[in-house]
């Protein structure tokens, strides 16, 4: 069974500065891979996905992952935070999906800290 | 295009009281799932239908939970009765089922049991 360890609990970084949050996954072949974001009270919002191509995904609001065979790894990026940023990021991996559906499994998250 | 829509959004109950959740998809998306998030944690499926079929349920407690999709679109999930334990934000998602799409999740039931 996959499984994704998020190992920073928690992120603070400084409004302008750039961020990366770390995801690593343990799957016995290339996996489908996502992040998403969730603000206080929301639901989860997709802000990049990886199925196959090219390894450097590009996402909503700013973000970037790059999906890094060798090191089981899609860490998210961006290169200036902003204080609307802060939030709770979810990692999560799937097995590919042969015409059907999958199931999404996630890390526990990391908390985004902005300070101004 | 509306998105996944859930209902309620808060619910606080006292012990061992059922209590119920609903969940309407995207509309013409297959695949339904109902995910725990604990407070802290990330979201652990329960259970996920194609179409009306419950195809994985293993993590579902089916000692108190249950869930139905009786016409493959919406969806209701039920505690009864409901324990401390299960005070949680319940979340539902969909997806068109199609392979390469993502699942796209509801605001969310956050549950209080008291």
């Known amino acids: 069974a996959q499984s994704v360890t998020q190992p920073d609990i928690h992120i603070t970084v400084s409004e302008g500065a750039s961020l990366e949050l770390r995801c690593n996954y343990s799957?016995?072949?290339?996996?489908?891979l996502f992040w998403y974001v969730q603000s206080p009270g929301q639901g989860l919002q997709l802000l990049l996905k990886?199925?196959?191509?090219?390894?450097l995904v590009q996402g909503i609001k700013g973000f970037e992952a790059e999906f890094k065979r060798s090191q089981s790894s899609f860490n998210l990026r961006k290169p200036s935070v902003h204080w609307s940023d802060a939030a709770e990021y979810f990692c999560?991996?799937?097995?590919?999906?042969?015409?059907?559906?999958?199931?999404?499994?996630f890390g526990r998250g990391t908390s985004l800290i902005v300070h101004p | 295009e509306a998105g996944v829509v859930q209902s309620p959004r808060y619910k606080i109950i006292e012990k061992k009281q059922p209590v119920a959740f609903w969940c309407n998809p995207i509309?013409?998306?297959?695949?339904l799932y109902w995910y725990l998030q604990n407070l802290g944690q990330g979201p652990e499926l329960l259970i996920r239908?194609?179409?009306?079929?419950?195809?994985?349920d293993s993590q579902l407690p089916k000692d108190r939970f249950s869930a139905e999709r009786l016409k493959g679109v919406d969806s209701t999930l039920k505690i009864q009765p409901a324990e401390l334990g299960d005070s949680a934000v319940y979340l539902c998602?969909?997806?068109?089922?199609?392979?390469?799409?993502?699942?796209?999740f509801g605001q969310g039931t956050r549950l209080t049991v008291v």
């Open positions: 998602a969909s997806s068109s089922g199609l392979g390469d799409t993502e699942a796209f």
């Open positions: 799957y016995g072949a290339t996996p489908y």
């Open positions: 990886y199925f196959s191509g090219d390894t």
């Open positions: 999560a991996v799937a097995p590919h999906a042969s015409g059907g559906s999958y199931i999404p499994t």
């Open positions: 509309s013409g998306h297959n695949t």
């Open positions: 239908y194609e179409n009306e079929e419950a195809v994985d």
